[in-house]
């Protein structure tokens, strides 16, 4: 596992861009695995500004998203499917049809899950961009969630429920229910790549990567992974033990870099 810490969250976006850059441009057939909340926000922005500056292309990138509410169409818009195009393929050559999502709105989740698992057996994710919950969630794999399962049906937790209510009109309008790759699904990536900023995260982080790995903390499951990078900013690092390093003292542009 490789951690780069940098000292804030403009610097995470940037690293992150760098670590997406490097892995479009050098494969013929990229597969993007992508995150939605809002440690991505500034990541997809500097993606948007990269490929406006023509400076990477997306027009042979496929993407998929890591997981979708139940309910929610493809077009509603708090829908992670929308989330995409507003934050992302809308700003890239990233053609609408090379993006897939789970099908919120399905009769029938089995079935739904199992055509998102086949798909991803075909296209193998590459590089799988991920945030992480303060519970320590891994896409929607809520607590208590397999480190082998895959993809399915879960209900959300009171706090994943309240985390994510900032982001639509009403709290109760937050879905029960979500449709979410796998702990196992995710881990067939061939590279992962956390990006978590704020404070509000430094407890989820240290325990993701040094606490025991279990289903209590799905995040965990990172650690069995052979090419994860994580970047943080000092804030969500603060927890983190390395040496004596104190992470508040990390330089403005100046990564501090170590595998572990
Ligand atoms: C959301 C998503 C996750 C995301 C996480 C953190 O509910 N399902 O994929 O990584 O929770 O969200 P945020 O980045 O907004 O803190």
Do not use: W
Request: glycine share 8%; net charge negative; proline share 4%.
């Amino acid at each position: 596992m490789k951690l780069i810490v940098v000292a804030e969250s403009a610097e995470v976006a940037v690293s992150g861009a760098d670590l997406v850059c490097d892995y479009v441009a050098k494969t013929t057939s990229p597969v993007l695995g992508v995150a939605t909340g809002g440690s991505v926000v500034g990541l997809y922005r500097e993606l948007a500004q990269r490929h406006a500056r023509k400076e990477i292309s997306f027009g042979a990138t496929r993407a998929f998203l890591l997981d979708e509410y139940v309910g929610l169409g493809a077009d509603h818009p708090q829908s992670y499917r929308q989330f995409i195009r507003d934050h992302l393929s809308t700003q890239l050559d990233l053609h609408d049809d090379c993006v897939f999502g789970l099908n919120g709105t399905t009769a029938d989740f089995d079935a739904e899950a199992l055509h998102y698992e086949r798909l991803l057996d075909k296209h193998r994710v590459g590089l799988q961009i991920v945030g992480i919950g303060r519970n320590g969630h891994l896409a929607f794999n809520e607590p208590g969630s397999s480190l082998a399962s895959r993809t399915r049906v879960l209900p959300l937790s009171a706090q994943t429920r309240r985390d994510n209510a900032r982001f639509f009109d009403r709290s109760e309008n937050v879905p029960s229910f979500v449709l979410t790759q796998g702990i196992g699904t995710i881990l067939q990536a061939a590279r992962i790549v956390l990006v978590a900023s704020g404070a509000h995260k430094s407890t989820a982080l240290a325990r993701a990567l040094e606490g025991p790995v279990g289903s209590r903390v799905p995040a965990s499951a990172l650690q069995l992974h052979a090419d994860v990078v994580v970047v943080a900013d000092a804030e969500a690092a603060s927890e983190l033990t390395i040496g004596d390093l104190p992470f508040e003292a990390v330089p403005a542009g100046r990564p501090f870099v170590t595998t572990r």
